[in-house]
């Protein structure tokens, strides 16, 4: 399944096929019982996602989906029969993967996120100059930087991506633990463990990970 968008009393989803899509009363959905044939999509296009514009108590409205076309890759299709009705230029959006469709002050938005760029868009369906876009926020992709490496005195390493509580952990190439401690973004490590002594020459790695899950490791070298 490609994706989906529902409602308190029905959903619609893509089919294995990727050029249809389709619209189930209950759920959850049951291996037996076939969900009604909403719609055709032109079978030349990857589908990704989908979101349902309005409700299921009134029949006005599209079915907003997320393809691999360059020039529009945000199209929009009559729940009927598919019939392409609208679009979002890759100008405003340049590609999609996931939607959303929400409203608010007799607007209507519609919520794409963009791998190429990785933000989260925001697209006004109803702004005064047209379709208008912001993107909204930043998916994070965690990093991590050393000032210096190799090192000979300190090393500072910078970290990005993540939130929550962060912690860094510092390893020899034997897998032993040598240093803990909590991480805000940035560490200076003097060559010492945990305890204060000193270690030898060599290769250690560093990791920092946070409370979410994100993570992200490098190698350092002590002269």
Same mark, same amino acid.
């Given at each position: 399944?490609g &994706?989906?968008?529902?409602?308190?009393s029905?959903?619609?989803?893509?089919?294995?096929?990727?050029?249809?899509?389709y619209?189930?009363? =209950? @759920?959850?959905?049951?291996?037996t019982?076939?969900?009604?044939?909403?719609?055709? @999509?032109?079978s =030349?296009l990857?589908?990704?996602?989908?979101?349902?514009?309005?409700?299921?108590?009134?029949?006005?409205g599209?079915i907003?989906v997320?393809?691999?076309?360059?020039?529009?890759p945000?199209?929009?299709? !009559?729940?009927?029969? &598919?019939t392409?009705?609208d679009?979002?230029? =890759?100008?405003l959006?340049s590609s999609?993967?996931?939607?959303?469709?929400?409203?608010?002050?007799?607007?209507?938005?519609?919520?794409?996120?963009?791998?190429?760029d990785?933000?989260i868009?925001?697209?006004?369906? /109803?702004? #005064?100059?047209?379709?208008? &876009?912001?993107?909204?926020?930043q998916?994070?992709?965690?990093?991590?930087?050393?000032?210096?490496n190799p090192?000979?005195?300190?090393?500072?390493?910078?970290?990005? &991506?993540?939130?929550?509580t962060?912690?860094?952990?510092?390893?020899?190439t034997?897998g032993?633990?040598?240093?803990?401690a909590?991480?805000?973004?940035?560490y200076?490590?003097?060559?010492h463990r945990g305890?204060?002594?000193? *270690?030898?020459?060599?290769?250690?790695y560093?990791k *920092? #990970? /946070?409370?979410?899950?994100?993570?992200?490791?490098?190698?350092v *070298? !002590?002269l």
């Amino acid at each position: 399944m490609g &994706g989906a968008a529902g409602s308190s009393s029905g959903i619609y989803f893509l089919g294995d096929s990727n050029n249809k899509f389709y619209y189930k009363t =209950s @759920l959850p959905l049951g291996s037996t019982v076939d969900p009604d044939d909403a719609g055709s @999509l032109p079978s =030349s296009l990857k589908t990704y996602d989908l979101a349902r514009e309005g409700d299921d108590n009134s029949s006005s409205g599209n079915i907003w989906v997320a393809t691999d076309d360059s020039d529009s890759p945000i199209r929009a299709y !009559k729940l009927d029969d &598919g019939t392409l009705t609208d679009g979002i230029d =890759s100008n405003l959006v340049s590609s999609a993967r996931g939607l959303a469709y929400s409203h608010a002050n007799n607007h209507r938005y519609i919520w794409a996120s963009n791998p190429s760029d990785k933000k989260i868009y925001k697209v006004d369906l /109803d702004g #005064s100059t047209g379709v208008a &876009g912001e993107h909204r926020c930043q998916l994070l992709e965690t990093s991590l930087t050393a000032d210096v490496n190799p090192f000979g005195g300190s090393v500072i390493i910078t970290g990005s &991506g993540f939130s929550g509580t962060t912690g860094i952990e510092i390893f020899d190439t034997y897998g032993h633990r040598i240093l803990e401690a909590p991480f805000s973004g940035s560490y200076s490590w003097n060559g010492h463990r945990g305890d204060g002594t000193q *270690v030898p020459s060599g290769v250690y790695y560093v990791k *920092v #990970s /946070d409370s979410t899950g994100r993570a992200a490791s490098l190698s350092v *070298v !002590k002269l």
